[in-house]
């Protein structure tokens, strides 16, 4: 069984930065794929970035793209998302998930997924 535990969330003022952690455990890292999705209030939780096992792919949610980046320590069995030039609409749970392809995770066929981390972006 896989765990997934998830830090660095919070209050940021749009424009600003936030680094998002997850940190898993119960698996064989390096050979999974990770993933970020986010949920906001009433709507339906979306697939935010992903990356392989090993680093190689990256896919990224058009509304993220260039803003955001996926990547991780597979030293330390964490995934990380850089989270730059914030708007207000990107407040939302932010979710770490797990599965053994990227595009099982682009696709929201996870194995797992973490707790959520609450990011919230004023205006």
């Known amino acids: 069984q896989v765990q997934l535990v998830e830090s660095g969330g919070g209050l940021v003022q749009a424009g600003g930065s936030l680094r998002l952690s997850c940190a898993a455990s119960?698996?064989?890292?390096?050979?999974?794929?990770m993933g970020w999705f986010r949920q906001a209030p009433g709507k339906e939780r979306e697939f935010v970035a992903c990356?392989?096992?090993?680093?190689?792919?990256?896919i990224y949610a058009d509304s993220v793209k260039g803003r955001f980046t996926i990547s991780r320590d597979n030293a330390k069995s964490t995934v990380y998302l850089q989270m730059n030039s914030l708007k207000p609409e990107d407040t939302a749970v932010y979710y770490c998930?797990?599965?053994?392809?990227?595009?099982?995770?682009?696709?929201?066929?996870?194995?797992?997924w973490g707790q959520g981390t609450l990011v919230t972006v004023s205006s």
């Open positions: 998930a797990t599965a053994r392809l990227t595009s099982t995770i682009r696709g929201g066929d996870v194995d797992a």
């Open positions: 119960g698996r064989t890292f390096s050979i999974y794929a």
């Open positions: 990356i392989s096992g090993n680093g190689g792919i990256t």
